[in-house]
């Protein structure tokens, strides 16, 4: 008796049966395959897929940045206001917490004088000779400069110079010099330097720039020799004491 014929629907299941077991004992499932590691591709900065982004998929890293330089060159104006001592505190304030609440790409440097700039390796400096360093430049220039006429204005005035050299170094040091540092040391240097100098222009004009620029510089290069942003702006806060006691 000859066999019977084979059903269509029992042929399609042989071959989808076949097919299967070839799909999962071919050469993409061998166990070399799979211990291949997996590449992925990281979200670029402001992606949608950005760990930093909120709920609207909007990065909170740029958003500071923008908001920060807003308030910063809004100075010469509100210094102006009858308000002007608490809108620029608030304005310190909040900018600083804005910063610290975006997380570093790179980390922050531990205790045993790792990196905090995403680098491998240690920082070139032990922290406190980066501080030191920056703190006699700050002697130094004003040595330079020359003796000046009485300018103390008081705790307020001073209270507000810590705050200023604090919220500034967070934006600048420590967030603008993170995303920049992706683009290499001296890209995220000079790329803070500029933008420090180019904010302060509104407040002190075309005349200090070139100390302005000195002392970005100094700022940045405390940040990449120490890999710490509290280093800078422990040197700026001392500046700025010394320019209004």
Request: aromatic content about 6%; hydrophobic content about 55%.
């Amino acid at each position: 008796m000859s066999p019977a014929p084979t059903t269509r629907p029992a042929l399609t299941r042989a071959l989808t049966e076949a097919a299967v077991t070839r799909a999962f004992t071919g050469a993409a499932f061998t166990r070399a395959a799979l211990a291949r590691p997996v590449r992925r591709r990281g979200p670029r900065w402001g992606s949608v897929a950005d760990p930093e982004a909120g709920p609207a998929g909007l990065s909170t890293g740029p958003v500071v940045v923008a908001g920060g330089i807003a308030f910063l060159l809004a100075r010469p104006a509100l210094a102006g206001s009858r308000f002007a001592v608490p809108l620029l505190a608030a304005g310190y304030l909040a900018m600083a917490a804005g910063v610290l609440a975006v997380g570093e790409r790179g980390g922050g440097a531990p205790a045993d004088g790792r990196r905090g700039d995403g680098l491998v390796g240690r920082a070139p400096l032990p922290w406190g000779v980066a501080l030191g360093v920056g703190l006699a430049g700050v002697v130094l220039a004003g040595w330079v400069a020359g003796p000046v006429g009485d300018r103390r204005a008081g705790a307020v005035a001073g209270t507000l110079a810590v705050l200023a050299a604090v919220a500034e170094e967070a934006l600048f040091r420590r967030l603008l010099y993170d995303r920049l540092l992706r683009f290499g040391v001296v890209t995220a240097v000079a790329g803070t330097a500029v933008v420090f100098v180019l904010v302060h222009l509104p407040a002190y004009g075309l005349v200090a720039m070139p100390v302005d620029l000195g002392a970005a510089l100094l700022l940045s290069w405390q940040r990449y020799a120490s890999g710490r942003w509290t280093v800078p702006a422990v040197t700026h806060a001392v500046a700025n004491l010394l320019a209004v006691t």
